[in-house]
């Protein structure tokens, strides 16, 4: 899972630097209404929208345009069109990605999808030619400095979660999705804030890649998927040494 947190740093660095707010809030709005018109306004009844809700905050989202987005949904009927779709395939490397996408036209995404990868030296797969090796969990992330070991396993464990772990200098909280409010809640009852809270997907097998100029094509890879515009998240299972990481980021 080392990997996943290494991701997860990059794009939070990269987020802090984006220009892009405007289409980044547009993707959460979409995300949101689209959770909306699944199973309603009520976050207690509707898993979707605690998702979607917690990824436009940590995208520093506003709150009254998360509120619009809800009101906006329950009220018209502006994004019946829209279904969640997941694209699948390998990019540089033998890399394996999953990308979760929200399209009002899968005849119009797909075909662009698959450009994108072919591009990059890719291919885009069927679907279910890498999903088995992702696996979806609750993922809360805290500075190691934030909370002691025993307190947080404590937590965890008496929430229904699954397993605590030292990644680098973060804690990383797992546990099943259906457990993301349970585990949500105690956490805040706690006093604790995480640096991060979603449901994701987390690789269950990494893919080391050592060679810099493979990995700057997996990340440029990357990076052109997530700017789509109906791409939600994009997920991967690389291991790219934290020297090259840092070189490349400097690069950006």
């Given at each position: ?177 259906e457990r993301f ?56 299972n690389f291991d ?13």
């Open positions: 899972m080392a990997g996943h947190n290494k991701w997860a740093n990059i794009k939070h660095r990269k987020g802090a630097q984006d220009k892009r707010k405007g289409i980044l809030f547009s993707k959460c709005s979409k995300a949101i209404m689209a959770a909306v018109k699944q199973a309603g306004p009520d976050p207690d009844m509707n898993l979707a929208l605690v998702y979607a809700i917690e990824k436009a905050r940590e995208s520093n989202m506003p709150r009254e345009r998360i509120e619009r987005a809800i009101h906006a949904a329950a009220g018209t009927g502006a994004v019946d069109s829209v279904e969640e779709v997941i694209y699948e395939g390998y990019g540089p490397g033998g890399v394996a990605l999953m990308i979760e996408s929200l399209t009002d036209n899968r005849h119009r995404t797909a075909p662009e999808m698959k450009k994108i990868f072919e591009k990059a030296g890719g291919n885009m797969g069927g679907s279910g030619c890498v999903s088995h090796l992702f696996v979806r969990k609750a993922i809360f992330t805290f500075s190691k400095d934030a909370v002691l070991e025993d307190r947080l396993v404590e937590l965890v464990l008496e929430a229904g979660g699954e397993d605590v772990a030292l990644e680098g200098e973060q804690w990383l909280v797992t546990g099943a999705p409010t349970a585990l949500r809640k105690a956490l805040q009852a706690a006093s604790l804030t995480p640096a991060s809270a979603a449901v994701s997907y987390l690789p269950t097998m990494k893919v080391d890649v050592s060679d810099e100029d493979v990995a700057a094509k997996i990340l440029k890879l990357v990076e052109v998927l997530d700017e789509h515009d109906d791409v939600s998240t994009v997920h991967a790219i040494p934290d020297p090259i990481l840092e070189r490349l980021s400097l690069e950006d």
